[in-house]
């Protein structure tokens, strides 16, 4: 039973006075616990005997059986396959999901929703539809898909963390565009997964669900805003999950849970219908993607959503333009950037991007140091492009129910107070001019490079840092314009996990730093806070390229697999 206790930042005798969103964040995890069936509920000795890494405990809990251990631990490509070779039933690989997500959600609180009863039934009337016709319901058949809690779902609440929002149910009909997709390619939904209020912070906590840690290490953040995601699919609670980016929220679980994720340009997947954290802001656009365990899940995810074209009836913003086919040179070049000026990666951060570099050169292709111009200097006018209205609206809807500012949203706070003047059209327009002036130069520079590739091309990728840290600890994410640059400027990303922190190798060496921001983070870095967390790079290609990244991040990949 998870107690209000847990949920709420602010000293008890505050949170006496605000009772309505006490009371309600209260009844809302009640309720989200409570539909866990009582035969799926762990020990309490078991919930309160847990090492750091919890990633083992749904194999060794008892719970699980072992075919449905086998289920849980397969790819979603694999799990697809099978499910329309009737290897599995849509039933019992759903079953088996349900039973892994609710014991990933006792030990992480990664769940916002659960309607685990009507997924059965769901998958249920998909396995009998497939005895009566032998055609798969579409290119999802009978898979358990996982979906960030913005997305709207019939039935479930979207409360994107606030307590105002806990109870508001989606009503027939009002379900999300990608929602309807999902089910559309024969996909069954049976949860939804937590996020920071708002959706608007590098780590996932809110006074409903409580923080959501990194199974890998418990002291470490599972990421943010699609942290419930990220947290689920570490648990192996999901093949599959559909997760959004508007600074690094697809990005940053990733890379802190040890998965893969494509962040597309904007216009390549729907995501009208769903809710947004600052409705009608158009300056700096949330999209939607997937997140799992294998690089094949990801283009089977892509390729099956934009073949449904969703430019047609779905969403009035996505762009027609259909999956592409990519054959790629037999030598590649990619471009490295190797910090940005401010704030360089800590050890196994670097370490991860050498591992890259000589698995690309030792599979013969080539690899050159690019810089951007003004490094990511762009990332000063972000506060102008969203954050400065938006912290607005994160403040209406906490008053709603009287519900108190969480931990860590000092600076939203701050310039939303009621006598901070509200953001300017005009700012945002010279924030807007600023921005493609920027992209303009890395546009150019991107061209440039053509010169330094020696394949008479320019690079084919850039391979960046994703954050300075291979995770963070808990309530201390910050500085993430590894990430965030490129939702500025629309240019598309994956992320490749690449190894884990070791304790010999990332130890800090000494040095010599370049300003403060280094100085405040070196200065308490401790290799042994980092212990087997997961470490990742991003893969960056210019705006609209989804398909020749993904295919380029394959090759990426099998040469870091050939030498693992």
């Known amino acids: 039973m998870v107690r209000v206790e847990d949920h709420i930042s602010v000293p008890r005798s505050d949170a006496a006075n605000n009772l309505n969103w006490a009371l309600i964040a209260h009844a809302k995890a009640d309720?989200?616990?409570?539909?866990?069936?009582?035969?799926?509920?762990?020990?309490?000795?078991?919930?309160?005997?847990?090492a750091n890494d919890i990633t083992h405990v749904p194999d060794t809990?008892?719970?699980?059986?072992?075919?449905?251990?086998?289920?849980?631990?397969?790819?979603?490509?694999?799990?697809?396959?099978?499910?329309?070779?009737?290897?599995?039933?849509?039933?019992?690989?759903?079953?088996?999901?349900?039973?892994?997500?609710?014991?990933?959600?006792?030990?992480?609180?990664?769940?916002?929703?659960?309607?685990?009863?009507?997924?059965?039934?769901?998958?249920?009337?998909?396995?009998?539809?497939?005895?009566?016709?032998?055609?798969?319901?579409?290119?999802?058949?009978?898979?358990?898909?996982?979906?960030?809690?913005?997305?709207?779902?019939?039935?479930?609440a979207a409360a994107i963390g606030y307590a105002s929002l806990a109870f508001q149910e989606t009503k027939a009909g009002h379900e999300s565009e990608m929602t309807k997709i999902m089910r559309h390619l024969g996909a069954v939904l049976y949860c939804k997964t937590s996020v920071p209020v708002g959706m608007m912070s590098g780590e996932t906590y809110n006074h409903i669900?409580?923080?959501?840690?990194?199974?890998?290490?418990?002291?470490?953040?599972?990421?943010?805003?699609?942290?419930?995601?990220?947290?689920?699919?570490?648990?192996?609670?999901?093949?599959?999950?559909?997760?959004?980016?508007?600074?690094?929220?697809?990005?940053?679980?990733?890379?802190?849970?040890?998965?893969?994720?494509?962040?597309?340009?904007?216009?390549?997947?729907?995501?009208?219908?769903?809710?947004?954290?600052?409705?009608?802001?158009?300056?700096?656009?949330?999209?939607?993607?997937?997140?799992?365990?294998?690089?094949?899940?990801?283009?089977?995810?892509?390729?099956?959503?934009?073949?449904?074209?969703?430019?047609?009836?779905?969403?009035?913003?996505?762009?027609?333009?259909?999956?592409?086919e990519v054959k790629l040179p037999q030598k590649l070049c990619f471009g490295f950037v190797r910090d940005d000026g401010v704030l360089r990666p800590s050890p196994s951060v670097?370490?991860?991007?050498?591992?890259?570099?000589?698995?690309?050169?030792?599979?013969?292709?080539?690899?050159?140091?690019?810089?951007?111009?003004?490094?990511?200097?762009?990332?000063?006018?972000?506060?102008?492009?969203?954050?400065?209205?938006?912290?607005?609206?994160?403040?209406?809807?906490?008053?709603?129910?009287?519900?108190?500012w969480p931990r860590g949203y000092d600076h939203l706070e701050l310039i939303s107070a009621p006598d901070e003047p509200p953001a300017r059209v005009s700012d945002l327009w010279q924030a807007c001019m600023i921005r493609t002036r920027f992209a303009h130069q890395v546009g150019k520079l991107w061209s440039a490079t053509k010169d330094i590739t020696g394949t008479g091309r320019e690079i084919d990728a850039l391979i960046t840092p994703c954050t300075a840290w291979p995770a963070c600890k808990r309530y201390e994410f910050g500085h993430d314009d590894y990430l965030s640059v490129w939702s500025q400027l629309d240019y598309c990303a994956t992320v490749i996990p690449v190894t884990k922190v070791d304790q010999q190798l990332d130890a800090v060496q000494d040095i010599v730093t370049l300003n403060e921001v280094e100085a405040s983070v070196w200065q308490d870095y401790r290799v042994e806070d980092y212990a087997n967390a997961p470490v990742a790079v991003q893969l960056v290609a210019r705006r609209l390229h989804e398909e020749h990244l993904l295919a380029v991040t394959k090759v990426c990949d099998e040469a870091l697999r050939k030498v693992a």
């Open 61 to 156: 809990c008892g719970l699980l059986s072992k075919r449905e251990i086998i289920i849980t631990s397969s790819e979603a490509k694999e799990l697809a396959d099978q499910l329309a070779a009737k290897v599995y039933t849509s039933y019992e690989v759903t079953l088996a999901f349900c039973k892994r997500a609710a014991i990933a959600h006792q030990l992480t609180g990664c769940l916002s929703e659960i309607f685990f009863d009507k997924a059965l039934e769901a998958a249920k009337g998909i396995d009998e539809q497939y005895v009566q016709t032998g055609k798969p319901l579409g290119p999802l058949h009978g898979l358990p898909v996982s979906l960030k809690d913005h997305h709207r779902v019939e039935g479930t």
């Open 209 to 324: 669900t409580g923080y959501t840690p990194n199974p890998f290490n418990r002291s470490l953040s599972s990421g943010g805003s699609s942290g419930g995601e990220g947290a689920l699919l570490a648990m192996r609670g999901s093949p599959l999950g559909v997760g959004s980016d508007i600074g690094g929220s697809l990005r940053i679980p990733a890379s802190f849970c040890g998965l893969y994720t494509l962040k597309p340009s904007f216009g390549r997947f729907p995501a009208y219908g769903g809710v947004e954290s600052f409705p009608g802001q158009e300056a700096l656009r949330n999209v939607n993607g997937p997140m799992s365990h294998s690089l094949a899940a990801i283009e089977m995810w892509s390729k099956a959503v934009i073949d449904t074209e969703p430019w047609r009836e779905a969403d009035p913003d996505c762009l027609p333009i259909p999956w592409r």
């Open 350 to 404: 670097s370490r991860a991007l050498k591992l890259v570099i000589e698995a690309l050169e030792a599979a013969g292709h080539t690899v050159v140091q690019v810089d951007l111009p003004g490094r990511y200097n762009i990332n000063l006018y972000k506060g102008d492009l969203y954050l400065r209205q938006g912290a607005k609206v994160i403040r209406e809807n906490l008053e709603v129910a009287g519900e108190p």
């Open 31 to 50: 309720q989200v616990h409570n539909r866990i069936p009582q035969g799926w509920i762990l020990d309490e000795e078991i919930l309160a005997n847990q």
